[in-house]
């Protein structure tokens, strides 16, 4: 039997971290009990994107996991399969549809080495920065796989890099904390995904592996004390510390 997108990028998560011991794709769920997870998950989770969730809840010590993807971002994927190539049509809704089951994979995971505390703004920040890093490198592996010399050129990253974390607006989310978390997140993977750019396979491995071990505050520490440029958001939030 065939295996499906997502089998396959669940598998390549796993090949790089760890067995999360379930099939994610039996956790995928309709648009009916997408609308029910979102009423209970509070006014914040209606300014989130309908094309694609991801629900965790937890209840006598175990993680309930939903996953769904609206109807129109399947049929994106279906229509222009990005197995066949990448371009500005599938883009943007590969990497809605891999950010998903990253969150979910990395929850459980989580959940695995007793991490408890899942409704934390920490633990959301923590999933939202390692998808935006670990979909990063997905996304080159797809683009390396159309390429002859199997090498990406710096004007594939840039394309990549645009639609990843430029195209992103957290400036439109009405909650303080959504584009707060957004804006960080977003900032703090494009500067570690550009350090990664420097390393070869084997260190670059080494170094993801390393990172996705830490809780989020030391993520963060890790990608500040990376040598180059300082992150914008980071450099404004010190000077306004400093005003005060």
């Not at 979910?104 to 703004?121: C, D, G, N, P």
Request: hydrophobic letters at 40%.
């Amino acid at each position: 039997m065939n295996e499906t997108l997502f089998s396959q990028i669940q598998g390549l998560f796993e090949r790089t971290y760890a067995q999360v011991g379930i099939n994610l794709e039996d956790c995928l769920i309709d648009s009916r009990r997408c609308g029910q997870l979102s009423r209970l998950a509070g006014a914040n989770a209606r300014e989130l994107s309908e094309l694609a969730r991801t629900f965790l809840r937890r209840a006598d010590d175990q993680l309930y996991v939903g996953i769904y993807y609206s109807r129109w971002l399947i049929e994106q994927l279906e229509r222009h399969d990005p197995r066949a190539g990448l371009s500005d049509r599938n883009i943007r809704s590969l990497i809605a549809f891999v950010e998903e089951i990253n969150h979910a994979l990395h929850a459980a995971l989580q959940f695995k080495k007793s991490e408890r505390e899942i409704a934390s703004e920490e633990f959301a920040r923590n999933l939202e920065l390692q998808a935006r890093v670990d979909t990063y490198l997905v996304l080159l592996l797809f683009v390396a796989f159309f390429r002859k010399t199997q090498k990406v050129s710096r004007t594939d990253r840039r394309w990549l890099r645009f639609h990843l974390f430029a195209a992103e607006n957290p400036g439109a989310f009405r909650s303080l904390n959504l584009r707060n978390r957004y804006l960080e997140t977003t900032e703090l993977a494009a500067r570690y995904t550009e350090f990664l750019d420097t390393l070869n396979a084997m260190r670059r491995l080494e170094e993801i592996r390393a990172f996705r071990s830490l809780d989020y505050g030391a993520k963060k520490t890790r990608v500040l004390a990376l040598p180059g440029k300082k992150i914008a958001h980071f450099d404004h939030a010190r000077q306004r510390q400093r005003r005060k």
